[in-house]
């Protein structure tokens, strides 16, 4: 939902858990990104507006430090990634489906509090909620 007082062109405001103090802090999803996710169609709009938000409220893990570039966000500093494992996925008519078996769902976030990039990624074989290379593509692991 967007802020009251501003545009709705700011973005969508999602509650996250803060890894520093396990409370809740809140996450932007901007305007343009949603309209640029639903130009891709259902899957991703859906993947948008449902596992996002799943994930950046209930993460098996976060990191810190971005060591990857085509991690980082092409307008400024990417800062942490939210890991899950959704309990589903979404076709391209925008129904559910079962979730990736192996796979687990990332989102990163910039140093502003802004969802800049999320996808599937494939699972570590040694714990299949973690992405694979975790420990070398990521400083630290707040949560």
């Keep these: 939902m967007a802020k009251d007082s501003e545009s709705r062109r700011e973005g969508l405001l999602v509650q996250a858990v803060n890894p520093v103090d396990g ?5 932007q999803i901007s305007h343009a990104r949603m309209q640029t996710v639903a130009t891709r169609g259902l899957i991703h709009a859906s993947e948008c507006g449902y596992i996002v938000p799943a994930i950046l409220r209930g993460p098996t893990a976060i990191f810190e430090g971005l ?5 980082e966000d092409q307008w400024g500093v990417g800062w942490r990634c939210y890991c899950g494992v959704p309990s589903c996925s ?3 008519d925008g129904t559910k489906g079962p979730s990736y078996p192996g796979q687990v769902y990332l989102v990163f ?3 502003d509090g802004v969802a800049y990039n999320w996808r599937w990624e494939k699972a570590d074989e040694d714990n299949q909620k973690l992405p694979v290379g975790h420990a070398d593509r990521f400083k630290r692991r707040l949560l």
């Design 67 to 71: 060591r990857r570039e085509e991690d």
């Design 109 to 111: 976030v910039n140093s």
């Design 23 to 27: 409370k809740t802090c809140t996450v």
């Design 90 to 92: 979404y076709r391209k």
